[in-house]
């Protein structure tokens, strides 16, 4: 079974709304990262968490993390329809680089 | 080249001939990874290599092989390809020291 589990695994909102995502684990990890990924396209990296935080900004995006509840939720302010795509939690369990995906979150953004 | 580039795009293969999937990166990472996604399963992890002439088992390995002979290239091979291979395949890098991994466009291969 997978690592991170997103939910919920599709949200639908109007532009300008806010998306929260949330990411579970299972395991103790090293760090917690979102990715994002256009239909048809590569995953690109938007935030990346270490496991001794518990919030990040990046521009509109903020991400929180709750290693007491194995959890991480990514919110995305003032949404546009650019957002829409797949969202993805990952985790790094380990001292490898591997990281291990959830099955990701579609966001549809409505114009 | 910027970045990662996979070879194919896309491919239409018969069950059971061979097939090798490339992968380059031109930013010295010395992190590579193969990934399959499926519908509803997100990504998930073939193999990996933390440095040229190491490779990993991945969660999803078996049918596959790979090689890192140096850093820029990490192809994937699939010796006896079976139809539930039929996938997108994601290959990523990632200086190790800062995690975030970045992805080629990926291959759509389909297994007939």
């Known amino acids: 079974s997978q690592q991170g589990e997103e939910d919920p695994q599709a949200l639908s909102i109007q532009e300008g709304e806010n998306a929260t995502m949330n990411c579970s684990y299972k395991t103790s990890i090293n760090n917690l990262q979102w990715y994002r990924q256009n239909s048809g396209r590569g995953l690109v990296h938007l935030i990346l968490?270490?496991?001794?935080?518990r919030e990040k900004h990046s521009g509109r995006l903020r991400v929180t993390l709750d290693t007491s509840k194995k959890s991480s939720s990514l919110l995305i302010t003032a949404s546009r329809a650019a957002d829409t795509a797949s969202y993805f939690c990952?985790?790094?369990?380990?001292?490898?680089?591997?990281?291990?995906f959830g099955s990701g979150t579609r966001l549809l953004v409505r114009p | 080249i910027a970045g990662i580039t996979q070879a194919p795009t896309s491919q239409i293969l018969a069950a059971g001939r061979r097939m090798t999937l490339r992968c380059t990166q031109d930013m010295r990472h010395n992190a590579m990874y193969w990934y399959r996604q499926d519908l509803g399963l997100g990504l998930r992890l073939i193999h990996y290599s933390n440095t040229a002439g190491t490779t990993g088992k991945g969660e999803v390995p078996d049918g596959y092989s790979v090689s890192r002979a140096n850093t820029d290239d990490f192809p994937l091979t699939l010796a006896s390809a079976v139809p539930s291979q039929t996938s997108v395949y994601f290959c990523a890098s990632s200086d190790g020291y800062r995690d975030t991994q970045y992805f080629g466009p990926g291959t759509r291969l389909t297994v007939l």
């Open positions: 968490i270490r496991s001794n935080e």
């Open positions: 990952a985790t790094r369990v380990d001292s490898s680089y591997k990281l291990i």
